[in-house]
C-alpha cells in the first residue's frame, strides 16, 4: 500500500515542533497556563523563581546568559542571610576550592583570616614567593590583580591570589598607615602542617613547641608523632602552639584534642537537621604527668577553639597568649547540580562546659580567654608568647 507522502511529512514534522515547543517552554515556564505550570514545574516558589528569572533574561536592557544570572541568583540568596561563613561557589570556583584543599596548592605561600578591609596574613612560609617580596605577617592585602577584598570570604579572596605555577599577581597591601605595591611571583607552595623545636627553660628544662597549622586530613597523626619524636628527645612539657590556625575538620579537633586529654567529652555537635552528637576522647593520650599549654591568638579561630577550649575545660593545660577568634558554627560544603556548591553554616558546637565559642547565631563572639595573657612584640626577635609558656611549664615542672 502507498503511504500518502502528505501524512508522512506530518508524522516526522509532528514529533520535531512538539520537541521544540517543549524545550521552549521547558525554559519559560511563565508561558504555560496556570494550570498546566502547576502540574508540570512545582512548587509556588519554584514558579515564581523560573518566573523573575526568564523576565530578566528577556526583559532586562542588556543580555545577561541564564548560567550568570542563576549563579547571581543563588549568591544573593545567600548574601541576605548576613552570615560571613556561608557562601556560594559557582563551578569555577568551587573546582579551584577543591584544588586548594590539597597539601599543595600554586599560590604565593601565606596564611591569612578574613578582616573588613581584605585579608590579614598571619603566616608566610619560609622560602616562598610571599617572603621573598618581602611580605610580612600583619600585612593587610586589600586588592589583588584590581579586585578589592573588602567583604570577600576567605575563599573568594584567596581564590584571586592562587593562580598558575610561574604566572604572578599584583597586591595592593596596607602595612600601618602605608600602602605596598607588590608583583609576587606564584608557584607549588607545600604547606607544612606540623612544625616543632625544642626550648630550654633558665632551670635546664626541655621544653617542646609544636605547631599546628590546619586540622587538615591525618594532621592528628602527623602532630602526635612529632610529640612523641619530642618527648623521646627529653621534653618535659608540651607548648601545642594554635596561633594562626583558622581550624578546619572537627574529627581532627577530637584527635588532636585526645593526644592530650584522655577520657570524657571534647566538642558537642547541635545542627538543625540531625540529633546532637557528642565526641569523646579517644584514649591513648600522652601521660597527664607532662604539662601542656597551648598558645593562642585572634588567629585561633574554628576547630583550633574546639581543642584549646576542650584542654581549658578539662584542666588539662592552660592558654598562653590573646583571645581567640570567637566562631562558634561549622559549615558544610554542599555540591549542587549545575557543579557548583553551597558552603553554608549547618550548626553549632559547645565545649565540654556548654559553653559556645560565638555570639548570638552566627556574629563572632569573644572567643576563649587565655590564662596567662601575653603579646608577641613584633619590634623584637624573641617571641614573648613562647617565653612565657615556657617559664609557665618550667615552673609547673619544678613545683
Known sequence: MRRNPLLTLLAVLVPVALLAIGIYLGGHPSSLPDPIRSALVGDDHAQLFSEALDKVHDDYYRKIGEDDLTDRSIAGMVASLQDKYSHYFTPKQFKEYMNSTNAQFSGVGIEVMQTKAGLKIARVYKGSPAEKSGLKAGDVIVTVAGHPLAGLSVEKASNYIRGKDGTKVTLVVARGTQKLTRDVGRAVVSVPVVASRMHTAKDGTKIAQVALATFSRGSSKQLRAEVDKRLKQGAKGIL????????????????????????????????????????????????????????????????????????????????????????????????????????????????????????????????????????????????????????????????
Open 240 to 399: 601545642l602552639d594554635l596561633r594562626h590556625n583558622g581550624g578546619g575538620l572537627v574529627d581532627e579537633a577530637r584527635l588532636v584534642a585526645s593526644i592530650f586529654i584522655p577520657d570524657g567529652k571534647i566538642v558537642t555537635i547541635k545542627a538543625r537537621n540531625e540529633p546532637s552528637k557528642t565526641l569523646s576522647a579517644t584514649g591513648r593520650a600522652i601521660s597527664p604527668k607532662i604539662p601542656v599549654a597551648v598558645l593562642v591568638d585572634s588567629g585561633t579561630a574554628s576547630a583550633a577553639e574546639i581543642v584549646s577550649g576542650a584542654i581549658q575545660d578539662d584542666h588539662r593545660g592552660v592558654l598562653i597568649g590573646d583571645h581567640t577568634y570567637g566562631k562558634g558554627v561549622f559549615q558544610e560544603v554542599q555540591p549542587l547540580t549545575n557543579g557548583g556548591a553551597l558552603d553554608i553554616t549547618v550548626g553549632q558546637y559547645f565545649l565540654p562546659s556548654g559553653r559556645n565559642l560565638g555570639g548570638t547565631g552566627v556574629n563572632q563572639g569573644g572567643g576563649l580567654q587565655p590564662d596567662v595573657k601575653v603579646a608577641d612584640d613584633t619590634k623584637t626577635p624573641a617571641d614573648e608568647v613562647v617565653d612565657a609558656g615556657v617559664r609557665e611549664l618550667a615552673g609547673k615542672i619544678g613545683s
